[in-house]
């Protein structure tokens, strides 16, 4: 959410998805302010907002070794032993979500590829 000078609110911003974003520092006078993006997906990803319009673009995004399109970050609960669900997040290929099994199974976690069968 942005804030006038007066404290009220502006606009809502709109962020790629869930995950964090950092950033967001300026002065009164800026028009434009720079944020960072990541999720368990996304590696850490520079994006521009314009306070003006609202509009959020694209400055940098660094180059991985597998293409981020082909997974899937997931939200799901689970039972626990207490009355509240637990909550968990994880990426999932999507051959594995359209129900076909990829020839190596590869979970991404913290940016890093790791072999389930190793875990």
Do not use: K
């Not at 800026?30 to 959020?56: K, M, N, V």
């Not at 999507?94 to 076909?100: F, K, L």
């Amino acid at each position: 959410m942005t804030y006038g000078l007066d404290g009220t609110p502006r606009r809502e911003i709109s962020l790629p998805g869930p995950g964090t974003a950092a950033g967001f520092d300026g002065h009164p006078e800026d028009r434009e302010t720079f944020y960072s993006f990541t999720d368990l997906i996304t590696p850490p990803t520079i994006y521009r907002y314009d306070l003006e319009s609202g509009a959020g673009t694209l400055v940098h995004a660094p180059q991985v070794a597998f293409d981020p399109a082909s997974f899937e970050q997931r939200q799901v609960f689970y039972p626990a032993r207490t009355a509240r669900a637990s909550r968990c997040c994880w990426p999932t290929a999507r051959a594995q979500i359209a129900g076909r099994q990829p020839a190596a199974a590869v979970w991404i976690w913290r940016l890093r590829a790791v072999n389930p069968a190793t875990v």
